[in-house]
């Protein structure tokens, strides 16, 4: 063996300064982990294994991504395996957000470092797959990505039950005492009945099927359930595939381009998915110098129909969703609306993927036809005015009460996530059902990570009268798998000096959704006053070092996708936005 030999794979190693030392003692460790000299030219896979038991929608893969390893063995590559950064919504405090681009680096990092041709990335839980993304676009080998796939429907009393929009639901209920104590407990036990992340369209499922529409993710990889055995497959399809990415020299570049955005935006509105999704589709889009803005969002959501009959914005769940066909039979509806010479991880094109597509008219209530929609524009909106001139978005259906589609309110402010904590419930609290409540300081910089709190508790003593929807406003975000009428991601945020943070309690609010329109009805003196008073809210001393002041430090806004300014392309650090 000619260690000196150019030719030899993996030849990008520890440089010791001496290439013929480097390459001697990594076929040491090659030898090390069970490979000879005929495997040294094969295309090495890494598996970038987020497998935890802490984040339990990623507890149930390991199977999976040993139908992976297979299909990559079958199609002559060989499978090495390595963790990366696991956070699942539930033990993870004080937000996953803040974790997103951390999960984002070690996954470039790794892909980068690592001498592996290609990658197949394990998402699941909200922030996992995004994160990849950005990972995978910034390192920019081959890369697929697979998820663990949705739960089976939970169930209690003949209903049907889902993570978490009937988590929230039934708390709520709870909360104005029509569930009791028995009855929460037991449905309770039933929410999140099997293996696989949340199983409404919340942000995981979202992200799935916009990844899908990217062309990141195998046909149909987006809604199979955890539970059934074409996952399996799927796992081992996405093994063979990733190695003829490598083969072909497939990029996530040559594959998420601007016109791939355009489908996975078009893909969100039409499946009324989460608005999680419009901050992590701007922050992967911008790691490959792409400007996807909010503008470009709400225009394509005016004329991008709405399909998919999914809660939390409609009745049904993945399963179902599944059944019906899934991402590759909204991706057919859409078509005429598609840039359908994208290309894909199959190595084909979208159009060539959705050959054999039909949609079947049993399932109609499920996914509605092109001409038929549910509703004719897509499920999120933007809006603006003096309270954000950056933007916001709002999730026109998934509003309760849609008399607040066009409301004025008195404003009742929450500084803090710790005042509305402590507040909200008072007795005391002078709120009504018209008041709007707002929730400052709980963006990117403010919480810090812009947790989900967006949908503000209603007050426990008008959910005793009855009430079941507010409009609320904050800087934060809120589940994908929550509702009402929820104003989100106000921008610029309260803790960097945005207008959203100089709302007074009173104040008068104005909404107007078919107008886009979100104004504080305080004039512009008023205003110009209270901005020369202000400071900056304090910094809680654990988040003035470490990881959480690099965060607060680097982030940028919700309208630039709430990624590190640093981890953009060069040159491409103050992007141009149309919404500012
Ligand atoms: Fe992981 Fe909902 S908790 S997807």
């Known amino acids: 063996m000619n260690f000196n030999k150019e030719e030899i794979h993996m030849k990008k190693s520890t440089s010791y300064g001496d290439a013929g030392f ?63 950064i696991s956070v699942g919504e539930m033990f993870t405090s004080p937000t996953t957000m803040l974790y997103r681009n951390l999960v984002a680096m070690d996954t470039e990092e790794m892909i980068t470092a690592q001498p592996i041709d290609g990658v197949v990335l394990i998402g699941g839980c909200d922030k996992m797959a995004p994160a990849q993304l950005m990972g995978a676009a910034s390192a920019n080998k081959p890369a697929i990505l697979f998820t663990g796939g949705p739960m089976d429907n939970g169930e209690y009393n003949g209903k049907t039950l889902g993570a978490c929009s009937d988590c ?18 037991e449905i309770n036990e039933q929410l999140a009945p099997t293996a696989g992340h949340c199983m409404v369209m919340g942000s995981a499922s979202t992200i799935a099927s916009c990844a899908e529409a990217l062309g990141m993710m195998l046909p149909g990889a987006a809604a199979a359930p955890a539970t059934v055995n074409e996952r399996l497959r799927l796992a081992k399809e996405t093994g063979k595939a990733i190695v003829h990415l490598v083969e072909k020299d497939i990029r996530p570049s040559d594959i998420m381009t601007e016109k791939a955005f355009d489908n996975a935006v078009r893909t969100l509105m039409a499946i009324g998915g989460s608005t999680n999704a419009v901050i992590h589709l701007i922050a ?24 998919a009959n999914l809660r939390p914005a409609g009745e049904y ?68 005015g003096n309270l954000s001139p950056n933007g916001s978005v709002i999730k026109p259906k998934a509003i309760v009460n849609e008399r607040f589609l066009k409301h004025k309110g008195k404003a009742v402010v929450f500084t803090s996530l710790e005042d509305m904590e402590k507040r909200v ?31 503000i508790p209603i007050p426990k003593k008008l959910l005793k009268e009855g009430v079941r929807d507010m409009v609320r406003l904050s800087d934060c975000r809120m589940s994908g798998t929550a509702f009402g009428t929820v104003i989100l991601h106000v921008a610029p945020e309260a803790a960097v000096g945005g207008p959203i943070g100089l709302i007074r309690d009173g104040d008068w609010i104005e909404l107007d959704v078919a107008n886009r329109k979100l104004a504080l009805l305080v004039s512009d003196e008023v205003l110009a006053e209270r901005k020369n ?23 940028l806004q919700a309208d630039e996708g709430c990624d590190f300014d640093f981890a953009l392309p060069e040159g491409k650090e103050t992007m141009e936005l149309t919404t500012a």
Not at 42 to 64: D, F, L, W
Not at 68 to 82: D, T, Y
Not at 339 to 363: C, F, I
């Open 22 to 84: 480097s390459n001697f003692i990594k076929m040491a460790f090659q030898r090390h982990l069970g490979y000879d000299e005929q495997d040294f030219n094969k295309p090495i896979i890494g598996i970038a294994n987020t497998y935890s038991e802490i984040n339990r929608c990623h507890s149930h893969v390991q199977p999976m991504v040993q139908a992976i390893k297979h299909g990559i063995i079958m199609a002559g590559g060989i499978p090495l395996e390595f963790p990366t």
């Open 168 to 185: 929230r639901f039934f708390w709520q209920e709870y909360q104005g005492g029509t569930v009791d104590e028995k009855e929460i407990n």
């Open 284 to 307: 992967i889009a911008r790691r490959l110098g792409i400007n996807l803005t909010l503008d470009r969002f709400d225009e394509l959501s005016k004329t991008t129909p709405f399909l």
């Open 317 to 384: 769940q993945m399963k179902e969703f599944y059944y019906a066909g899934g991402v590759p039979v909204v991706l057919k509806e859409l078509s005429p609306l598609l840039h359908l010479d994208e290309r894909t991880v199959t190595g084909e094109t979208l159009k060539d993927n959705l050959a054999s597509t039909w949609r079947n008219p049993t399932y109609d209530h499920v996914i509605r036809p092109y001409e038929a929609p549910l509703y004719e524009e897509g499920g999120i909106a933007v809006l603006k």
């Open 425 to 455: 419930n008072d007795p005391d609290l002078e709120v009504d059902e018209n008041s709007v409540l707002v929730l400052q300081n709980a963006g990117p910089v403010g919480a810090p990570g812009m947790p989900e709190a967006g949908m």
């Open 533 to 555: 008073a202000w400071h900056a809210p304090e910094t809680a001393p654990e988040n003035k070092r470490g990881y959480k002041w690099l965060y607060r430090r680097h982030v």
